[in-house]
C-alpha cells in the first residue's frame, strides 16, 4: 500500500532523514519506533506532504506521492494523527469531527461517519457540544482519532497517540488502535511506548538519528535483546 524508498529530508542544513526505506502492506500494523529524535514525526510528515524529500520516492498504492499537495494526499485515502492531538480547541467536538469530512460533500455520508465515531467513542457523543480544547487528555486523543477516521482513509498515519496519556488510558487507546485495523484500515505508528507498539504491530522499523537500524516481525523485535536493552527498559 505505501513504499518509501530510500528518501533524504533535510531541515535547512540539517540531514533529519537519511536514506530511509520501508512499506506497509494493505491491512497491517506497522510501527516505527525509535528515541526521541529519530526522524519518526518527520517521517510521517513527509508522507503527508507537509515535508518534501530532497531525494527518494514515496508511493501509495502505486502512484508516486513526492510532489502532491497534503489535501490531495488526503483525498487519496491517507489521514494523519498528529502527535500533540493538534484539535481545534475553539470548536466542539461535532464542529472537529465535521472538519474531518471536509473533502467530502455527500452531507449524508458524513452524519453516517459521525455516528460510526461515536459508537468507536461514546465519550465523544456525550460532549458533543463540548468545546473541544476543554475535554481531558484522553477524549482529545479520541477526538483527533475520531476527526481522521471522518474522511475515511485507507491508511492512517498515527503519532505517538498514546502521549501524556494515564496507563489505563494508553490500552483503551491501543485496543481503539486494533479495533480500527480490524475494521480494515492500515495503520503506520509512531510510538515511543514501544513495548505497546510492538506488542499490537504485525512489523516494525527500528530508527536511529534518521537512519533505519532495525527491521523485522514486530513480535520478534519485542524479544530482541537488543532492543530491549535500548527501547524497553
Known sequence: MLTVNGI???????????????????????????????GKTTILHTISGLLRAKTGE????????????PHEILKMGIAHVPEGRRIFAQMTVLENLQMGAYTRNNKEETNNM????????????????????????????????GR????????????????????????????IIQEINAAGTTILLVEQNANMALSIANRAYVLETGKVVLE???KELLGNENVRKAYLG
Open 8 to 38: 533524504n529530508v533535510y531541515y535547512g542544513a540539517i540531514h533529519a532523514i537519511k536514506d530511509v526505506s520501508f512499506h506497509v502492506d494493505e491491512g497491517e500494523i506497522v510501527t516505527l519506533i525509535g528515541a526521541n529524535g529519530a
Open 58 to 69: 514515496i508511493k501509495f498504492q502505486n502512484q508516486s506521492i513526492n510532489k502532491i499537495e
Open 114 to 145: 459521525i455516528e460510526m465515531v461515536f459508537e468507536k467513542f461514546p465519550r465523544l457523543k456525550e460532549r458533543i457540544n463540548q468545546l473541544a480544547g476543554t475535554m481531558s487528555g484522553g477524549e482529545q486523543q479520541m477526538l483527533a482519532i
Open 148 to 175: 481522521a477516521l471522518m474522511s475515511k482513509p485507507k491508511l492512517l498515519l498515527m503519532d505517538e497517540p498514546s502521549m501524556g496519556l494515564a496507563p489505563i488510558l494508553v490500552q483503551e487507546i491501543f485496543n
Open 216 to 218: 523485522g516481525n514486530a
